[in-house]
Nanobody, 121 residues
Framework: QVHVVESGGGLVQAGGSLRLSCAASGSIFSINYMGWYRQAPGKQREFVARMSSGGSTYYADSVKGRFTISRDNAKNTAYLQMNSLKPEDTAVYYC???????????????WGQGTQVTVSS
């Protein structure tokens, strides 16, 4: 099995910054993509950012220029640096480890439990 845990959420004023962390654990051989998604109250979960093991990055238009995703392949971790936060960024942020290959030749898509980010105006 693969476990994913997020951390770093909290309360911040508009214009402020937060850095989220995501750690995947288990008998992991490789992780194809690590990404961030978010879900605001009453809304569907939406894509935020995604990064391949080779370093390619993808962002939602709403966060381009403000958020930066990074990862450490050796540590199976990913980060989301969020700057210039807006009240509309308020949501539960989820980390996704996509196409995780384990040492026993299984493949998983794993989600964390989420971390709350609240941006006050």
């Amino acid at each position: 099995q693969v476990h994913v845990v997020e951390s770093g959420g909290g309360l911040v004023q508009a214009g402020g910054s937060l850095r989220l962390s995501c750690a995947a654990s288990g008998s992991i051989f490789s992780i194809n993509y690590m990404g961030w998604y978010r879900q605001a109250p009453g809304k569907q979960r939406e894509f935020v950012a995604r990064m391949s093991s080779g370093g390619s990055t993808y962002y939602a238009d709403s966060v381009k220029g403000r958020f930066t995703i990074s990862r450490d392949n050796a540590k199976n971790t990913a980060y989301l640096q969020m700057n210039s936060l807006k009240p509309e960024d308020t949501a539960v942020y989820y980390c996704n480890a996509e196409r995780v290959r384990t040492l026993d030749f299984h493949e998983y898509d794993s989600w964390g439990q989420g971390t709350q980010v609240t941006v006050s105006s």
